[in-house]
């Protein structure tokens, strides 16, 4: 995971830029990635740098 800050908005703002870089805009179940918890915003980052992992 990247160097997040330990201030928790600034922490879930980087975590959206991570998940769009990474071209995901929403969360699987439609919510925007704003409206997610930071459980739920790092479910997902790690589920994508597993797929990213597995093709590298």
């Known amino acids: 995971m990247p160097e997040l800050a330990r201030n928790g908005l600034l ?12 071209q995901l805009y929403k969360m699987p179940d439609g919510k925007q990635l704003y409206e997610a918890s930071m459980e739920e915003l790092k479910h997902e980052y790690n589920k994508v740098k597993q797929k990213i992992k597995k093709y590298t």
């Open 11 to 22: 922490e879930k703002d980087q975590l959206i830029n991570e998940l769009i870089n990474f």
